[in-house]
């Protein structure tokens, strides 16, 4: 079985921000690993806010972030 990534969505991942909370406008990249944690605990919110929060734990606890960081970079989205 090969898996392949979704580009769009993988970008949009990278350039996703937190829209509520004490880290709202953060990237979800930059959210604290125990934060990220704590709604894997708590439940994460239901939608594309909570499959990315979980895939952005995923990345982190895999150290993958530097693939992110370097995507942000490459593929820069307007800051509006």
Same mark, same amino acid.
């Given at each position: 079985?090969? +898996? /392949?990534?979704?580009? $769009? !969505?993988?970008l949009e991942l990278a350039h996703y /921000?937190?829209?509520f909370g004490k880290y709202k406008g953060r990237y979800l990249l930059d959210l604290p690993l125990p934060y990220l944690v704590w709604f894997r605990q708590k439940g994460f919110?239901?939608? *594309?806010?909570?499959?990315y929060l979980n895939t952005m734990l995923t990345i982190k606890d895999?150290?993958? $972030?530097? +693939?992110? /960081? *370097?995507? !942000? *970079?490459?593929?820069? /989205?307007?800051?509006s």
């Open positions: 079985m090969e +898996i /392949r990534p979704n580009a $769009e !969505q993988l /921000r937190m829209p919110p239901k939608g *594309k806010l909570g499959d895999n150290n993958l $972030e530097p +693939i992110i /960081r *370097k995507l !942000q *970079k490459e593929f820069p /989205r307007d800051s």
